[in-house]
Structures are given as structure tokens and as C-alpha cells.
């Protein structure tokens, strides 16, 4: 009887590897395990044998029965995985390949990219300034007095380290303004066309507030710079980025570090300044500008008697939102890396 199992096995084992599919694999398991199986039949013999013998071909025909069952999985799944041989050998060269899953710059990095290149088209030059600030760029070196409400830390974040003797203590730059003391100290005689643009921080997180956001400060210096040169170029950038139909206007404004201040206004893209439900009045506020405070220029190095300037701050979520008209419900959605979100842009 031994005997007999072990040719049963073989058979079985033979019949499998050369199984060409599933039902081919189905009818070799019914062939040999089934109710009428070769195996089945065989076992009915047991009784048969001597008693001692019994444990031994019991065990015996177990393990044919578990190699047969097992090389029966193994050929399924060989099977599946395997790709049938004539794909694997022909090699169509007229077949479209496989395109791997392309990215593109995120919707603010694009914004970044074409307010440079507006700038850098008047001479605008870009530059990078430190992220992690010392008090006196961001607030004390423009113009700000000690009890301002920007700089305590409802607003503005500060690191925990030792304040400065001379530049007080570290803090994340609430503003781009930071770069225009440490672009006088680089450049040291104007002429001076900065463009900062970079990420600032805020304590606020709200719809339109996200805590880490991004500001391009332009600021310009040389003889005799006028609020005209300013406006001739808000009206320029207004133009170039949001369209040629589209107005600007200035409005008297207060910063500590400019004299006289402005808040800067497009007028409205769907009403073009006439008034509408989404803008009320015609135009949409887009950020703060003005004549560079002649203590700032000192505070820089610069003769404020010799040099005037302009400087202007604006926010590019603000910008970028108010161009495409995007209904974005939650400004906080740009950083949240949904993709669903981002592959629309
Ligand atoms: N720094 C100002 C702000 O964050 C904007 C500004 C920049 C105003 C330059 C005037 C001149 O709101």
C-alpha cells in the first residue's frame, strides 16, 4: 500500500506541474482527493493492513495528501501572477509606455514665481532675509515704539533664547519689512530695488489667517523718489498680474515705519469698480505702502536728507486669491497637502 500512495503522489504531482489552468488544477484535485478519487479509494484498504502497520500508512498518506493539496495551491498561484508567455516575450515598440505620475509646483510657489518675474522686468532685484529675526529688524529698526501691540507675543512668536543686548529678542518675522534695514546694510549706497519675498508668522489661524503665510516687500531708494514712483508702480503690478482692465488706488493709512502710509486697493474683477455683492464698494483691499520713515533710512545708514524711498508689503495668498477668483472656502486648505485639492492647479 505504501507503494501504491507513493505512485499516487508522483501521478498527482506530475498531472499538477503541467496544469495549464484552474479547472485543469479543479479536475486533478477531484482526480485524486475527490469522494471517487484514487486517493480516497486506496484509503478505503486501511482496515485491511495489519494492525501494527496502520500508524506508519496512516501517516504515510496524510503527507500525500497535504503535498497534493499544496502543490495544487502553489500551481494556482503561479499561475495567477505569472503573465502568459507570449506578453512576456514580445516586445511591442509602438506601445505608449507607462507614464509615471507627474507632479507641478505647488499653487503658491507659482504665485511666487510670476510676481518675480513682473518685478524682476523694472529692475527689481530678489532677495532672501533670515526667517528666524532678531526684534530690531522686524520692529525697533522700523520705527516701532516699545509698547506696540505687534510686539508682544499676542502676535508675533517669539524663541526662547537670550535677547540680544543690541537686537533685543528672536522672534519669526511677523513681516517681510525685516529685509529693508538688512537690505540698506547690504547694499549701503542706493540705488535700492528689493523685492523679500518670504514666509512670515502670525499668531492667528482662522478661514482667512493661516499662522505661517507669505509677504513680497518691494523697497526702493535713491534721489528723489516720489509717492508717483510708488503709485506708477502699484499700478503696474496691478496690471501685469491681475490684467490690464484692472485699477489701483491708494487710500491714507498708518505705519510706523512709513510717512505718509497707504493701504493699497484693486479695483473689484467682476465689477471692475462699480460695486458688486462680492467686493461692495468696487474695490478689494490688497495691503499696506508708503514713503519709506526717515528714521528707518538712518536707522539703515542711509541720508534720509540725500535718499527718500517707498516700500510696500503685500500678502500672496491675498493676491493669488483675489486674481483667480478660486472660492476657497478656508484659506488654511493651501498648506493641508490635499491632493485633490492641489492637482486642480
Ligand atoms: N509690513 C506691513 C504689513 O505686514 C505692510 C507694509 C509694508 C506697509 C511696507 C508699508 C510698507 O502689514
Given at each position: 500500500?505504501?507503494?501504491?500512495?507513493?505512485?499516487?503522489?508522483?501521478?498527482a504531482l506530475s498531472l499538477i506541474l503541467d496544469a495549464?489552468?484552474?479547472?485543469?488544477l479543479?479536475?486533478i484535485?477531484?482526480?485524486?482527493?475527490?469522494?471517487?478519487?484514487?486517493?480516497?479509494?486506496?484509503?478505503?484498504?486501511?482496515?485491511?493492513?495489519?494492525?501494527?502497520?496502520?500508524?506508519?500508512?496512516?501517516?504515510?498518506?496524510?503527507?500525500?495528501?497535504?503535498?497534493?493539496?499544496?502543490a495544487i495551491?502553489?500551481q494556482?498561484?503561479?499561475?495567477?501572477?505569472?503573465?502568459?508567455?507570449?506578453?512576456?516575450?514580445?516586445?511591442?515598440?509602438?506601445?505608449?509606455?507607462?507614464?509615471?505620475?507627474?507632479?507641478?509646483?505647488?499653487?503658491?510657489?507659482?504665485?511666487?514665481?510670476?510676481?518675480?518675474?513682473?518685478?524682476?522686468?523694472?529692475?527689481?532685484?530678489?532677495?532672501?532675509?533670515?526667517?528666524?529675526?532678531?526684534?530690531?529688524?522686524?520692529?525697533?529698526?522700523?520705527?516701532?515704539?516699545?509698547?506696540?501691540?505687534?510686539?508682544?507675543?499676542?502676535?508675533?512668536?517669539?524663541?526662547?533664547?537670550?535677547?540680544?543686548?543690541?537686537?533685543?529678542?528672536?522672534?519669526?518675522?511677523?513681516?517681510?519689512?525685516?529685509?529693508?534695514?538688512?537690505?540698506?546694510?547690504?547694499?549701503?549706497?542706493?540705488?535700492?530695488?528689493?523685492?523679500?519675498?518670504?514666509?512670515?508668522?502670525?499668531?492667528?489661524?482662522?478661514?482667512?489667517?493661516?499662522?505661517?503665510?507669505?509677504?513680497?516687500?518691494?523697497?526702493?531708494?535713491?534721489?528723489?523718489?516720489?509717492?508717483?514712483?510708488?503709485?506708477?508702480?502699484?499700478?503696474?503690478?496691478?496690471?501685469?498680474?491681475?490684467?490690464?482692465?484692472?485699477?489701483?488706488?491708494?487710500?491714507?493709512?498708518?505705519?510706523?515705519?512709513?510717512?505718509?502710509?497707504?493701504?493699497?486697493?484693486?479695483?473689484?474683477?467682476?465689477?471692475?469698480?462699480?460695486?458688486?455683492?462680492?467686493?461692495?464698494?468696487?474695490?478689494?483691499?490688497?495691503?499696506?505702502?508708503?514713503?519709506?520713515?526717515?528714521?528707518?533710512?538712518?536707522?539703515?545708514?542711509?541720508?534720509?536728507?540725500?535718499?527718500?524711498?517707498?516700500?510696500?508689503?503685500?500678502?500672496?495668498?491675498?493676491?493669488?486669491?483675489?486674481?483667480?477668483?478660486?472660492?476657497?472656502?478656508?484659506?488654511?486648505?493651501?498648506?493641508?497637502?490635499?491632493?485633490?485639492?492641489?492637482?486642480?492647479?
Amino acid at each position: 500500500m505504501e507503494e501504491q500512495l507513493i505512485d499516487i503522489k508522483n501521478a498527482a504531482l506530475s498531472l499538477i506541474l503541467d496544469a495549464k489552468d484552474k479547472a485543469e488544477l479543479e479536475e486533478i484535485k477531484l482526480q485524486f482527493l475527490g469522494r471517487n478519487g484514487t486517493f480516497t479509494l486506496i484509503l478505503k484498504d486501511l482496515p485491511k493492513i495489519p494492525k501494527e502497520k496502520r500508524p506508519a500508512v496512516g501517516q504515510l498518506a496524510n503527507s500525500v495528501k497535504i503535498t497534493i493539496s499544496d502543490a495544487i495551491d502553489r500551481q494556482n498561484l503561479k499561475l495567477k501572477t505569472e503573465k502568459p508567455k507570449q506578453q512576456k516575450d514580445v516586445l511591442d515598440v509602438t506601445m505608449p509606455g507607462h507614464k509615471p505620475p507627474l507632479g507641478h509646483h505647488h499653487l503658491i510657489t507659482q504665485a511666487i514665481s510670476e510676481i518675480t518675474a513682473i518685478f524682476e522686468k523694472i529692475g527689481f532685484t530678489r532677495v532672501k532675509y533670515p526667517e528666524v529675526e532678531w526684534d530690531w529688524y522686524a520692529f525697533e529698526g522700523l520705527n516701532f515704539p516699545k509698547d506696540h501691540p505687534a510686539r508682544d507675543d499676542w502676535e508675533t512668536f517669539f524663541i526662547k533664547q537670550k535677547p540680544d543686548p543690541k537686537k533685543g529678542p528672536v522672534i519669526l518675522t511677523p513681516h517681510t519689512s525685516s529685509g529693508q534695514i538688512r537690505e540698506m546694510e547690504r547694499v549701503k549706497t542706493p540705488p535700492i530695488r528689493m523685492l523679500n519675498i518670504a514666509k512670515c508668522y502670525r499668531r492667528q489661524s482662522d478661514v482667512s489667517h493661516s499662522p505661517m503665510f507669505h509677504q513680497f516687500e518691494g523697497l526702493v531708494v535713491d534721489k528723489n523718489i516720489s509717492i508717483t514712483h510708488l503709485k506708477g508702480t502699484l499700478d503696474y503690478f496691478v496690471k501685469s498680474y491681475f490684467g490690464a482692465n484692472r485699477k489701483s488706488r491708494i487710500r491714507p493709512y498708518h505705519f510706523q515705519f512709513t510717512e505718509p502710509s497707504f493701504e493699497v486697493d484693486v479695483s473689484c474683477g467682476i465689477c471692475l469698480g462699480r460695486g458688486c455683492k462680492l467686493c461692495k464698494a468696487g474695490w478689494l483691499e490688497m495691503g499696506g505702502a508708503g514713503m519709506v520713515h526717515p528714521n528707518v533710512l538712518k536707522f539703515g545708514g542711509i541720508n534720509s536728507k540725500e535718499y527718500s524711498g517707498f516700500a510696500f508689503g503685500w500678502g500672496v495668498e491675498r493676491v493669488l486669491m483675489m486674481k483667480e477668483g478660486i472660492e476657497i472656502d478656508d484659506l488654511r486648505l493651501l498648506y493641508s497637502n490635499n491632493l485633490d485639492f492641489l492637482e486642480q492647479f
